[in-house]
């Protein structure tokens, strides 16, 4: 388990499947920014044990155990090429509260004490501000615009890429420790 202040990050177990279901499910929890997955439960552990991507989730936890959200990894390139994408979802009542933020700081963390990368890098939807704003907060900073690289509610758009370097981190900010 990686400690923060607020909140937790766990490794998403069995048990979590029908929870990440009802999320995955559940166009709210999306937003307007990222496509409705709707998968059944069996699609998504068949997803979670995929090693092409080489995906590993967390379930975001507050102190008091209540799970509001997932942050997620994965290298969606080729092994070498030293890098790892983040990608986060919060249910909707619990954002605006920094949750988010910390969860990611925590990730970004975590990731550069136990992996041999150069970069951690996300993509946001345009008008996707908090995201944004949760990134920014973190240290990561936007690259640019990926043109008409995701197909959302029907609509090819544009999403902005942020990135942050091993060089820009330096050192853990927030993760207090590792179970």
């Known amino acids: 388990m990686l400690e923060g202040k607020n909140v937790n990050l766990r490794v998403m177990e069995k ?3 029908p929870l990440i279901t009802e999320w995955c499910n559940n ?3 999306g937003g307007e920014y990222l496509r409705p997955l709707q998968m059944s439960r069996a699609e998504i552990e068949k997803s979670g044990e995929s090693t092409l991507f ?3 989730v967390f379930i975001i936890e507050k ?3 209540s799970k509001i959200g997932h942050i997620w990894h994965f290298n969606m390139l080729a092994p070498y090429m030293k890098m790892q994408e983040i990608g986060y979802a919060l249910v909707p009542s619990e954002r605006g ?3 988010c933020t910390e969860a990611t700081q925590l ?3 975590y990731l550069f004490l136990s992996k041999d990368i150069a970069r951690i890098q996300a993509s946001t939807h345009p008008k996707n501000v908090a995201s944004q704003k949760i990134l920014e907060k973190v240290g990561f900073k936007k690259e640019g615009t990926l043109r008409k690289t995701a197909l959302i509610r029907g ?3 544009d999403m902005f890429m942020f990135s942050i370097l091993r060089e820009e981190w330096k050192e ?3 993760l207090t420790r590792t179970k």
């Open 27 to 29: 166009i709210e929890f």
């Open 54 to 56: 080489e995906t590993k």
């Open 15 to 17: 048990e979590d499947l």
């Open 63 to 65: 102190k008091d155990g």
């Open 155 to 157: 609509e090819w758009t």
């Open 107 to 109: 990730m970004v963390d």
């Open 97 to 99: 509260k920094g949750y």
């Open 172 to 174: 853990p900010k927030i």
